[in-house]
């Protein structure tokens, strides 16, 4: 493992919400990591393959309308939106977190980040944990169903 890929790992989802809490301007990006990514900080668009100015990453931070609902459940939320990735782009490919600046936008609106300073992996435990958490929403906010999961 390169020294970008050795970054700390955090197992809970506590441990993200208390991240998001602590800094602004943080992502979660699913790939084969920092040392894979950060040689050319340049993701391509899937369906066309033209190489975009940035990582494409999403947004960690709570937005203003989520008001004082738990920042817990807001990161489950934003994993659980994301989590068959791994499924679809191949062994390798977890998420990590970082912080960027962003420099424009993907075809799918994601926000696409350069500066990018890895701060660490998310264990699968905290992925299974947001399924988790996001299911027993499911009730009061209906299905979140995805195709293909």
């Known amino acids: 493992m390169s020294a970008t890929q050795d970054l700390p790992v ?8 208390r991240l998001v809490d602590e ?11 920092p040392g894979a990514d950060l040689a050319d900080v340049s993701s391509t668009d899937d369906l ?9 990453a999403n947004p960690l931070g709570v937005e203003d ?5 738990s920042v817990e459940l807001w990161v489950a939320r934003r994993l659980y939106d994301y989590a068959h990735l791994p ?13 960027g600046r962003e420099t424009g936008r993907g ?13 660490c992996w998310i264990a699968d435990q905290v992925i299974d944990a947001a399924k988790a958490e996001v ?8 299905t979140l169903r995805r195709d293909g999961r």
Do not use: C, I
């Open 23 to 33: 800094h602004r301007g943080l992502y979660v990006r699913w790939s084969r990591g």
């Open 65 to 69: 309308w989520w008001e004082d609902r």
């Open 107 to 119: 075809p799918d609106n994601e926000p696409l980040v350069t500066d990018a300073e890895p701060l």
């Open 135 to 142: 299911s027993r929403q499911e009730r009061e906010w209906g």
């Open 48 to 56: 066309t393959g033209v190489p975009m100015p940035g990582l494409s």
């Open 87 to 99: 499924h679809d782009k191949g062994p390798g490919v977890r998420p990590w977190v970082l912080r």
């Open 10 to 17: 955090v197992r809970t989802l506590a441990e993200v919400a």
